[in-house]
């Protein structure tokens, strides 16, 4: 698969085989990860694996009433308060692996450079036949200091990309489109 075939073709996967993704694996999308660029070089990421999937459950299940504490009174999170009450949804959809993205925090540009670590991941491992999706939903749970001081993450750092990674059940076929995009203003001999 070439580049623009992976930039193009990659999707968010919500459906998983039931098999877990190899260690090795795992650490080739890590290793892959870190070429992203970073302002002045900082490299500022660091991450935490988890492959156990009663883990990631209980996880879920945390992160589903954290998040219907946090969606009071904010109407526009209110579409996913059926989810959030569903005891059968997993934030995680069943997938094997959860691979946590932090940045420190002092660093200017943190969520940028960890952003586009996350996106190099992605890719490679769509690439590799696997599927990713970005969980915002377990921020709140990933993010906290029980949760930080547990996975020995330092409290320096803050949760950029929770992303979950698995052997997609399917390919999504459908096209997907991009909708016209606005140039504010083009400014040079060619424009």
């Known amino acids: 698969m070439n580049l623009l075939e992976a930039i193009k073709g990659r999707r968010s996967t919500r459906r998983f085989k039931d098999i877990e993704v190899e260690p090795e694996v795992i650490r080739e999308l890590l290793d892959i990860s870190i070429w992203a660029p970073t302002a002045s070089n900082v490299q500022p990421w660091g991450f935490v694996v988890i492959q156990d999937k009663n883990y990631l459950q209980e996880l879920s299940t945390q992160a589903k009433a954290d998040n219907l504490e946090r ?8 579409q996913y308060k059926a989810s959030m009450e569903n005891p059968n949804f997993n934030i995680f959809y069943n997938a094997s692996t959860l691979i946590l993205i932090y940045g420190k925090k002092e660093h200017l540009y943190t969520i940028h450079d960890c952003s586009m670590a996350a996106q190099n991941l992605m890719l490679a491992a769509w ?6 999706c970005w969980i915002g939903f377990s921020h709140g749970v990933c993010d906290s200091d029980s949760f930080k ?3 020995n993450v330092p409290q320096d750092y803050k949760l950029v990309a929770p992303v ?3 052997y997609r059940e399917d390919i999504p076929l459908r096209p ?3 909708r016209e995009y606005p140039v504010f203003q083009w400014t040079g001999n060619n424009s």
């Open 71 to 78: 969606m009071k009174g904010i109407p526009r999170l209110e």
């Open 127 to 132: 690439d590799k036949g696997l599927g990713t």
């Open 149 to 151: 001081e547990q996975h």
């Open 164 to 166: 979950i990674v698995g």
């Open 176 to 178: 997907v489109s991009r």
